[in-house]
Each structure stands twice: as C-alpha cells, then as structure tokens.
C-alpha cells in the first residue's frame, strides 16, 4: 500500500479519525506511532478511541513529532503537510511520494517541574514524558529540558521558565556560585550552591531577596544536575 491508497478522512472526521489516518499513512503500527510521539501504547490507544476529547498535550506531541498542521489536525482544516513542513519527503517502492516522520532534532523537553516532588529524576526521563524537542543556538541536544515552578529563583528564572540540566555523577565537586537542581531525601529544588565556612555544609541561595539561605549538609545531597541554558518566555496574546 502507498500513501495514495490510504483514503483522506471525511469532512466530519474527528481529530482522532485524522491520528488513525496519519498512522495508516505512515505506514506505522499503533505502537510504533506511539513509540515515535513519545507515548505509551495503552495511552495512545485511550486517545483514539474516541470518549474524550484529545488532550493538547497530545496533540502538541502529534504535531511536534510528525510534522503535521495543528489546524487540520483539530479542525480537518487545510492539508495535513502544509508546504515547508519539516516531514520528511521520501520515495517508496512503488515511486510515489509519501511524507513521513521528520528526524527529531534538538534537545528532548519533558512534561516534567524539577521543582515538584523528591523523585530522583533520572527515573523519570522516559519516551512518554518527552513533549518535543528544541534546535536552537547554545541549548546542547544531549542534555533534557524540564520546567521550574516557583518564583523563588524569579526574575533569573521565572516562574514556568524551562531549564537544560546536565547530570553529574560526583556531587563532591561543586563549582561555587552556579545554579543547580539540587535533589534531596525530601526535596528538589533549584538553587545558586555557595561555599559555606564549614566544608561539611553548603548556601542554597535563591535569586529571589524574598527567599533566606538555606544552610544544608554536603551529606544530604543525593544528585546534583549543573543548570546549562534558562529559557525564560511569554506568551503574548
């Protein structure tokens, strides 16, 4: 089967309807469409069958990850792979055109606050919470980008800015005066980490006046991740 086999959905489809179409298209199985939106098969299979509407998280994740219009995706408005999309254009074996998945470039974004919980994070770096990817200047692809909730690092970090993390695995090194995602038995937070009189202890220090030093044992640190890039943005509009 080519893409020209696979029948464009109705006028009165439903966003669902057009994701089983894009699977069809992209001549993918739904576990492989799952595998490449970064979603869990169960879920995925939960979003189609049609007793909800679709979440915009998922929604984002079709349109980031296949390249398709957001508009014809919702509204079945438009053409599903408008000219300049970044889908990937190939020839198949029967030498018709077909678009497929683009390359995922770019440093992964996860649906996931730094700032919430005491999980330790690497064990929630899966495929599911991947949200999108971001290709810019400056930002390193190897490094994950999660969300920071608070103001108490505002205005350097503001509330729902976004920050690229680097795991370190020796916490005994600390380069004073950078910000880190600090993880404890009970916490995680984001914080300058300052050189305290006593070696054994160090200043967590917020950007924010309103915020006091935490003063906390070297000991009670479990992970260290080196904040690299802030992406602090506004929606205008």
Not at 80 to 92: C, L
Not at 198 to 227: G, Q, W
Request: charged share 20%.
């Amino acid at each position: 089967m080519n893409n020209f086999d696979v029948p464009q959905p109705q006028v009165s489809a439903t966003p669902a309807d057009r994701v089983r179409y894009l699977i069809k298209l992209l001549r993918k199985t739904q576990a492989q469409f799952g595998q490449l939106i970064g979603l869990d098969p169960s879920n995925l299979s939960r979003a189609l069958s049609g007793d909800q509407p679709l979440r915009d998280t998922f929604v984002n994740r079709v349109v980031v990850n296949v390249g398709v219009s957001k508009e014809w995706l919702l509204h079945g408005t438009g053409v599903p792979f408008p000219k300049g999309t970044h889908a990937a254009e190939v020839v198949d074996s029967g030498t018709h055109m077909m678009h497929c998945a683009p390359q995922r470039s770019g440093a992964p974004v996860y649906d996931i606050d730094v700032t919430a919980g005491c999980a330790e994070l690497s064990r929630m770096f899966t495929n599911e919470r991947i949200i999108g990817y971001l290709d810019m200047p400056g930002v390193s692809h190897d490094y994950p980008i999660c969300r920071v909730s608070g103001d108490s690092m505002s205005p350097k970090i503001v509330n729902g800015g976004y920050v690229s993390i680097r795991p370190l695995s020796d916490t005994s090194i600390i380069f004073w005066g950078q910000i880190y995602v600090v993880i404890m038995d009970d916490f995680r937070m984001v914080k300058y980490v300052r050189r305290h009189n006593d070696p054994s202890m160090v200043i967590l220090h917020s950007d924010n006046p309103a915020y006091d030093d935490m003063e906390v044992p070297r000991s009670a640190i479990r992970k260290l991740y080196m904040v690299e890039t802030i992406l602090n943005f506004e929606i205008v509009g």
